[in-house]
Every structure is written in structure tokens, then in C-alpha cells.
């Protein structure tokens, strides 16, 4: 799988990644199937509140309202525009998913109200001068965890 991730989503991550310091902020991935197996990130929804150092607790209304929000704004086309998955920051840990980002995600692929047949994580790391951290896995349903190619749009 590959994610086109547009230049202003990215530079609003690195934003509120510094502002938010060593706490864990997170939010839902909203995108475009552009056919295959590639889709393009056009929203990041954004909860700046429920995280600590370790860990970012996602808020589930505030993410259904991020999704149904999203779905009225392109007109309910759900082959086309829908959830891609989630993303949080790890300000003090490496970019890989921890034991209880696993489980979050096997909870979320394993709730009917969400309805999805894949669920991508994008944990983000702000790093002074440098290029924003990101590492990225697809979770499916049967237990699978694939990386996925993350193209940085200019
Ligand atoms: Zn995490």
C-alpha cells in the first residue's frame, strides 16, 4: 500500500507536534482511493487533549464526528472518500506501534460501527530540524501488519 501525504498536511503536523511537547497528540486519517492499492491523505482530524508522554488515548466521538463530518463534505462517495485509519505522535519513543497501538487498532478493525476492511497507523515524530518522523503499518482484519510507502507530496 502507498499514501500520497499532501505538503499541508504534513507541515500542520509538524506544528502542532512542537506545540504539543512531550504529549501524545492524535486524530483519524481521512483520504482518497485513487485506485490499487493507493490513496491520498486529505484530512488529519486533530485531538489535542486525552494524551500523556506515553500514550494517547483516541476519543471515539470526537473521531466519529471527524468522519461523518468528512463524509458530508464529499457527499457520502464511500468508495471514493472515506476513513483510512488513525495517527498520533510518539514525542519520546521511536515511530513503530507499541503493544497497546496494536490492540487499539485490532479494536477499531474489529467494530462493526466503523466498518473498515483495513486501517493504516501513522505514528509521527517531531524531530528539531529535521524532517518530520513517520512510520507507517496497514492493520487487516486477520491480524495482519504490513508497512506502508509514505509518498511526501510537494
Ligand atoms: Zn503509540
Same mark, same amino acid.
Given at each position: 500500500m502507498k499514501i500520497l501525504l499532501p505538503k499541508a498536511v504534513s507541515a500542520a503536523w509538524r506544528r502542532e507536534l512542537k506545540q504539543a511537547g512531550q504529549r501524545e497528540i492524535g486524530g483519524v486519517l481521512l483520504g482518497e482511493a485513487l485506485g490499487g492499492d493507493e490513496f491520498r491523505v486529505l484530512e488529519a482530524s486533530l485531538q489535542r487533549d486525552g494524551g500523556s508522554p506515553a500514550r494517547f488515548v483516541r476519543d471515539p466521538e470526537h473521531h466519529g464526528k471527524a468522519i461523518r463530518g468528512f463524509h458530508e463534505r464529499t457527499g457520502h462517495d464511500? $468508495?471514493? =472518500?472515506?476513513? *483510512?485509519?488513525?495517527?498520533? #505522535?510518539?514525542?519520546?519513543?521511536?515511530?513503530?506501534? /507499541?503493544?497497546?497501538?496494536?490492540?487499539?487498532?485490532?479494536?477499531?478493525?474489529?467494530?462493526?460501527?466503523?466498518?473498515?476492511?483495513?486501517?493504516?497507523?501513522?505514528?509521527?515524530?517531531? $524531530?528539531? =530540524?529535521?524532517? *518530520?518522523?513517520?512510520?507507517? #503499518?496497514?492493520?487487516?482484519?486477520?491480524?495482519?501488519? /504490513?508497512?506502508?510507502?509514505?509518498k511526501r507530496e510537494r
Open positions: 464511500y $468508495r471514493r =472518500f472515506n476513513y *483510512l485509519g488513525e495517527w498520533h #505522535s510518539h514525542p519520546s519513543f521511536p515511530t513503530r506501534p /507499541s503493544q497497546d497501538d496494536i490492540c487499539a487498532m485490532r479494536d477499531i478493525l474489529a467494530d462493526g460501527r466503523v466498518g473498515a476492511t483495513f486501517a493504516c497507523l501513522l505514528i509521527l515524530r517531531h $524531530r528539531p =530540524f529535521r524532517r *518530520l518522523d513517520i512510520g507507517a #503499518s496497514v492493520f487487516t482484519p486477520d491480524g495482519g501488519i /504490513s508497512p506502508i510507502v509514505v
